[in-house]
């Protein structure tokens, strides 16, 4: 547990759903193992949805692969721990981490498509879950199995807000349009009961219409069965929609970890004010946006110091020579910047 969370009150005596802490992953590129993920660091409570940010490449997905143990093969985790529901998740036999994995997380990716079998009803591919995970059955009181799992699978694509599940459920993904399969998909993630869903860009391929709309169905998800989500997005706008807490990465690290009003109203980190930039504003009814110069720095060539100094503003003579520290600045806030040394507590 960080300093920052130890010190966040009555939250911290709960054991979070997931505990991320010094997560180091290395990927085998060219022949050689190279750092992709940085002794990453993050925690989620039950009932929160946390923010993950950050441009393209900045290591948010290799985070979620790592939670689901889904890494490429070209991958190892090189340190760290992951803990789901307070259990360590790495180090574990294949069989037991499937076992904890099937029970506790459920991933949404972007491409809807890719989830579906497209010879497969809806509702076969959902009372499938049932046949795998028969204990989810166990409310089936008299009628017979097959029923009951049919019943709930429209019951679940009822739950995503899909019109009409009574016939939805007997069509086939192609039958459906980009939006609608994205709710099957969130629907299957939530007949398992996970402990913790994690969506990644899940609304990145969808118009902005159909998009305002799964965001919102989310939001519902989090009253209706307190969704915990950890909710991947190079997107700020979504973040303030969404989120409690925002961990804001970049090239492997974690830069800025904070609650969201705050980070929106103060943010600290140099990358964290230039992704804010980033969300587009209307001034004088133009709308008005400023991408961040640059480009993230390749893995296999990253600049000494700290990673953003070739891109940052407000870099000075330190920064290309020292990696910056993790720094909790006030409860809760943690930032990784020269700027801040001297004011703040070393993690
Ligand atoms: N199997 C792999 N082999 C080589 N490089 C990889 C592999 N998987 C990821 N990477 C690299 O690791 C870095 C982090 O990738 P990751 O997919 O986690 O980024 P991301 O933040 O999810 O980006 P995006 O917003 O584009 O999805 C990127 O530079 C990416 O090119
Ligand atoms: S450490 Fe230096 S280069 Fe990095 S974000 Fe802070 S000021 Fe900018
Ligand atoms: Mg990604």
Redesign the pocket.
Same mark, same amino acid.
């Given at each position: 547990m960080t300093s920052a969370t130890r010190r966040s009150g009555a939250a911290a005596t709960a054991v979070p759903v997931l505990e991320i802490s010094d997560l180091s992953v290395e990927l085998s590129i060219g022949g050689r193992w190279i750092q992709a993920l940085d002794r990453v660091g993050l925690t989620i409570q039950r009932g929160e949805v946390l923010g993950l940010v950050g441009e393209s490449g900045s290591g948010k997905s290799l985070t979620a692969l790592s939670i689901a143990g889904l890494l490429p093969g070209n991958a190892r985790v090189a340190g760290g721990s992951i803990r789901l529901n307070g259990e360590e998740v790495l180090g574990k036999s294949e069989q037991a981490l499937n076992r904890l994995r099937a029970r506790s997380v459920a991933l949404v990716f972007q491409n809807p498509t890719s989830y579906l079998n497209p010879v497969l009803t809806v509702g076969a591919q959902i009372a499938e879950i049932f046949e795998l995970n028969p204990e989810l059955l166990e409310a089936a009181g008299g009628r017979t199995r097959r029923r009951e799992a049919w019943r709930q699978s429209i019951e679940a694509l009822r739950l995503v807000r899909i019109p009409d599940p009574e016939r939805v459920v007997e069509r086939y993904p192609f039958e459906l349009s980009g939006g609608m399969q994205q709710r099957v998909v969130i629907a299957m993630a939530l007949v398992r009961q996970p402990d913790l869903v994690i969506a990644d860009e899940i609304t990145t391929a969808l118009d902005v219409t159909v998009q305002a709309q799964i965001l919102s169905l989310l939001a519902e998800l989090r009253r209706t069965v307190r969704l915990t989500l950890l909710l991947i997005t190079h997107d700020m706008g979504i973040v303030a929609q969404l989120a409690d807490r925002v961990v804001v990465m970049y090239s492997g690290s974690v830069?800025e970890s904070s609650d969201v009003r705050t980070l929106f109203k103060s943010p600290r980190? $140099?990358?964290s004010k230039a992704l804010l930039e980033t969300v587009p504003t209307i001034d004088g009814g133009r709308t008005v946006f400023r991408p961040i110069r640059g480009a993230m720095p390749a893995l296999t060539d990253p600049p000494a110091?700290?990673? #953003?100094?070739p891109r *940052? $503003?407000? +870099? #000075?003579d330190?920064?290309?020579r020292r990696k $910056?520290e993790r720094l909790a600045l006030d409860p809760g806030r943690v930032v +990784? *910047?020269?700027?801040y040394e001297g004011g703040a507590v070393s993690e």
């Amino acid at each position: 547990m960080t300093s920052a969370t130890r010190r966040s009150g009555a939250a911290a005596t709960a054991v979070p759903v997931l505990e991320i802490s010094d997560l180091s992953v290395e990927l085998s590129i060219g022949g050689r193992w190279i750092q992709a993920l940085d002794r990453v660091g993050l925690t989620i409570q039950r009932g929160e949805v946390l923010g993950l940010v950050g441009e393209s490449g900045s290591g948010k997905s290799l985070t979620a692969l790592s939670i689901a143990g889904l890494l490429p093969g070209n991958a190892r985790v090189a340190g760290g721990s992951i803990r789901l529901n307070g259990e360590e998740v790495l180090g574990k036999s294949e069989q037991a981490l499937n076992r904890l994995r099937a029970r506790s997380v459920a991933l949404v990716f972007q491409n809807p498509t890719s989830y579906l079998n497209p010879v497969l009803t809806v509702g076969a591919q959902i009372a499938e879950i049932f046949e795998l995970n028969p204990e989810l059955l166990e409310a089936a009181g008299g009628r017979t199995r097959r029923r009951e799992a049919w019943r709930q699978s429209i019951e679940a694509l009822r739950l995503v807000r899909i019109p009409d599940p009574e016939r939805v459920v007997e069509r086939y993904p192609f039958e459906l349009s980009g939006g609608m399969q994205q709710r099957v998909v969130i629907a299957m993630a939530l007949v398992r009961q996970p402990d913790l869903v994690i969506a990644d860009e899940i609304t990145t391929a969808l118009d902005v219409t159909v998009q305002a709309q799964i965001l919102s169905l989310l939001a519902e998800l989090r009253r209706t069965v307190r969704l915990t989500l950890l909710l991947i997005t190079h997107d700020m706008g979504i973040v303030a929609q969404l989120a409690d807490r925002v961990v804001v990465m970049y090239s492997g690290s974690v830069v800025e970890s904070s609650d969201v009003r705050t980070l929106f109203k103060s943010p600290r980190h $140099p990358y964290s004010k230039a992704l804010l930039e980033t969300v587009p504003t209307i001034d004088g009814g133009r709308t008005v946006f400023r991408p961040i110069r640059g480009a993230m720095p390749a893995l296999t060539d990253p600049p000494a110091g700290c990673r #953003f100094h070739p891109r *940052c $503003p407000d +870099a #000075f003579d330190q920064c290309s020579r020292r990696k $910056p520290e993790r720094l909790a600045l006030d409860p809760g806030r943690v930032v +990784a *910047c020269h700027l801040y040394e001297g004011g703040a507590v070393s993690e």
